[in-house]
């Protein structure tokens, strides 16, 4: 096993790893629950981690994590209503129109 990364929070950490696993790679989240003894050990130490049982899949979950942890960011204007969209979001939020081909 060798660790893939820190998460901020559980919630992150699961999330993270539910995409892993889904892509194939097994991925366990480690310290879940140690963030009750915070301010016992140091802040830093109590964050969930995700683990990689696979160390031969080392790169390409990796890869994968990168792209979780930076998602695309893209403007583009909706040609069913004119709204300027931000963000990796593929919809327009007002109408509802899908984003044009890139």
């Known amino acids: 096993m060798k660790r ?7 919630a992150i950490a699961t999330l993270w790893a539910d995409v ?3 892509a194939g790679f097994a991925v366990t989240v480690q310290r879940a629950y140690a963030s009750s003894i915070a301010g016992e050990i140091p802040p830093d130490q109590a964050l969930p981690e ?15 994590l990168h792209e979780l942890q930076h998602p695309p960011q893209r403007r583009w204007a909706c040609r069913g209503c004119g709204e300027l969209i931000d963000g990796p979001f593929d919809h327009c939020w007002s109408c509802g129109a899908a984003m044009p081909p890139i």
């Open 4 to 10: 893939l990364a820190q998460a901020p929070n559980l």
């Open 50 to 64: 995700l683990w990689l049982v696979d160390e031969a899949q080392w790169v390409d979950a990796r890869r994968l």
């Open 20 to 22: 892993l696993n889904s």
